[in-house]
């Protein structure tokens, strides 16, 4: 029995638990995530890593010799470490022809799974090459494409294909596409979600997958979820009472539910609760660790002189500005509210911009400039770092700037940690 076996069989016990998923290839967030006792679900994304390097410039096997290089720098074992791909399907290239497109999908997921990916989620739900809205159908037919590559990448690598755990679906709207604050936001019906896995499974069947099906873990819906720039929207359990009493019929199944970023505690275990296991986390970890750059910078200011300091905050600005790729589609409105959205959206963009060289290096900067001087006033942690300032007064945290760092990026796992009941 693998993990997601017994966190799926727990949603069937009627004791839930869930498993938070870590969507970040940010090293201080993955140093952060791989300490502890528990099993920890480390995701990348079609477009961050693929077989062409993706954005991150990292191919499957260098993303988990990226990971096992930050596991042996814990002490975390590897054998605890769930590897999983995100959205694995054409989406990097839904402006070529459907035939083209699938092709490259079929070897990326090839190379997923040869890379000891384990988890692998499934998504064909985008129109490719001027195609409009597709019908579930051709979706689930793409879908047992890029299954059987899976199944058959297995077999060839002389793995075993029954460690092969599927999530199928897509939430709406897609990554990246969140709606305004005040429009309404559509909750999958269960109706949708029956056809789904109703349509999914004869595809599998009909293929040959039987098995494959039977390995089947998840369904990604949309349970209400979703944050912008400046909002988030909160989970209304009442909204998605449908689709929690329809899961608990499913023999083997549970949700997916991705951009729980920024939900609240209480939202976040009520999910949970709800049979929405797996809770994607990724923009809330970065924003926290930027929340405490920005800090620091601000520190720095108060103890260097200009000619001295980082200046990095700045250089994040300058290298955005380069390179407006990462941001310019997302941010909207005049160049104000733009200049505001660069540095404090919740959408964090920012998180693309960290391996910028002159971005790093002034990271490298801030950092040693502090060290040297550390300990830190206790009054400039008080004004802008204060609930480390509180943890230091009790003796909880060392008042060092690496360990600010950590701690914010812990306080968001802790979060998703205690909803899930994942605490060691």
Not at 352 to 357: H, I, Q, R, S, V
Not at 384 to 402: D, K, Q, S, T, V
Request: charged residues 20%; proline residues 6%.
């Amino acid at each position: 029995m693998t993990y997601l076996d017994y966190l799926t069989a727990s949603h069937h016990s009627g004791k839930p638990i869930g498993l938070s998923s870590i969507c970040s290839a940010h090293p201080w967030v993955l140093r952060t995530a791989l300490q502890g006792e528990r099993p920890v679900l480390i995701e990348s994304t079609c477009n961050q890593v693929n077989q062409f390097g993706g954005y991150s410039g990292m191919k499957p096997a260098d993303f988990v010799r990226f990971v096992h290089s930050l596991a042996a720098e814990n002490g975390f074992p590897t054998e605890k470490i769930l590897l999983g791909g995100d959205h694995l399907g054409p989406s990097p290239w839904q402006n070529e022809p459907a035939e083209q497109a699938m092709a490259k999908a079929i070897e990326m997921v090839r190379a997923y799974v040869q890379a000891g990916y384990t988890k692998i989620h499934l998504d064909c739900s985008m129109p490719l090459g001027g195609e409009r809205q597709l019908p579930v159908e051709v979706i689930a037919q793409r879908t047992v494409q890029l299954a059987e590559a899976a199944e058959q990448a297995a077999h060839e690598s002389r793995l075993t294909s029954h460690t092969l755990r599927y999530v199928i679906g897509s939430e709406v709207p897609p990554p990246g596409g969140a709606i305004g604050p005040h429009e309404g936001l559509r909750v999958t019906p269960v109706e949708e979600a029956r056809q789904t896995l109703e349509v999914m499974q004869a595809a599998f069947h009909q293929a040959g997958l039987e098995a494959a099906w039977e390995r089947v873990r998840a369904l990604v819906v949309q349970p209400g979820v979703e944050f912008g720039d400046d909002f988030v929207h909160d989970y209304d359990p009442a909204a998605a009472a449908g689709l929690a009493r329809f899961i608990e019929t499913v023999p083997n199944l549970v949700y997916e539910a991705h951009s729980t970023d920024y939900q609240t505690p209480e939202s976040l275990a009520a999910l949970v609760r709800d049979h929405f296991a797996i809770l994607k986390v990724g923009p809330a970890l970065t924003f926290a660790l930027r929340e405490a750059v920005f800090a620091l910078a601000m520190i720095e200011n108060e103890l260097f002189p200009a000619e001295e300091r980082s200046h990095l905050v700045e250089r994040l600005e300058a290298a955005m500005l380069r390179q407006p790729g990462h941001w310019q589609r997302h941010y909207h409105g005049e160049e104000r509210q733009q200049a505001l959205a660069r540095k404090y959206s919740f959408s964090d963009r920012i998180r693309y911009y960290w391996g910028d060289p002159d971005v790093q290096a002034a990271f490298r900067q801030l950092l040693a400039n502090l060290e040297r001087v550390a300990p830190l006033p206790l009054t400039l942690l008080s004004q802008y770092l204060p609930e480390m300032f509180g943890e230091i007064r009790r003796g909880l945290l060392l008042n060092h700037p690496a360990a600010f760092l950590e701690r914010k990026i812990q306080a968001v796992l802790d979060t998703y940690r205690a909803a899930c009941g994942e605490e060691d």
